[in-house]
């Protein structure tokens, strides 16, 4: 079963405005993180917020948000005010175990996401 | 802020050729992890290693080898090279005790 589900393969949204790029997770670990990742066409894999599956508030990091809902196992990345630059593939991910060193991250399909002027 | 450094970014081999990529973590990190990510795909894991064993394998073919070294740097070794290895390869690292993998800018291995 995909462990990271992205059901949006591309999304547009006009400059200035919100969007919401959806992700869901299956995991019966009751610890993992989520994470998700910008890559421009440039091909660099760029940090974005994190949210602990203990966590009890959502993830906030400048104009990203993560809309964390711990018992529909969505873990849904907003971007607020899109800029031109915020134009690039997004991937969600997810780490399982306790804190673990040996934690790989499991990606999900990516959604490209194109910001009109 | 210091970030993850991969050598080379690009990279052309011929079929049957080896290569070696290089990762040099964020200072003081003791994880490292290797992925690849084939065209129009999401980043594959292929293996990890903390305080310089490994520490997880994922999808690494047999002719690929890693390791950790005393300085914390990894490389990945890439031997027989076949035209699907063609790919960007990345490095992540993380720090114990820290949840987030902060990735290089990739390697970009081209195959002929």
């Known amino acids: 079963a995909q462990k990271i589900t992205q059901t949006q393969p591309g999304m547009f949204v006009q400059e200035k405005e919100a969007v919401t790029l959806d992700c869901t997770y299956d995991?019966?670990?009751?610890?993992?993180?989520l994470f998700w990742y910008k890559q421009p066409s440039s091909g660099e894999m760029i940090f974005l917020i994190y949210?602990?599956?203990?966590?009890?508030q959502n993830a906030t990091e400048g104009r990203y948000s993560l809309n964390f809902q711990k018992a529909r196992k969505s873990a849904n990345l907003v971007i607020s005010a899109s800029q031109l630059g915020d134009s690039a593939m997004y991937f969600c991910a997810m780490r399982e175990g306790p804190n673990t060193n040996a934690g790989k991250s499991t990606f999900g399909d990516g959604t490209t996401l194109t910001v009109k002027p | 802020a210091a970030g993850v450094i991969q050598s080379p970014r690009h990279l052309i081999k011929e079929k049957r050729e080896t290569a070696t990529l290089k990762c040099y973590p964020i200072p003081r990190h003791d994880t490292v992890y290797w992925y690849q990510q084939g065209p129009g795909q999401d980043p594959q894991f292929l293996i990890s290693?903390?305080?310089?064993?490994?520490?997880d394998k994922g999808s690494i073919p047999d002719r690929f080898s890693a390791q950790q070294f005393s300085d914390y740097h990894s490389e990945l070794n890439m031997s027989s090279l076949e035209l699907g290895d063609s790919a960007l390869y990345f490095c992540?690292?993380?720090?114990?005790?820290?949840?987030?993998?902060?990735f290089g800018p990739g390697t970009r291995l081209l195959v002929l």
């Open positions: 992540a690292s993380s720090l114990m005790a820290e949840e987030t993998q902060y």
């Open positions: 995991t019966s670990d009751p610890s993992y993180g």
């Open positions: 290693f903390y305080e310089k064993m490994q520490s």
């Open positions: 949210q602990g599956s203990y966590d009890q």
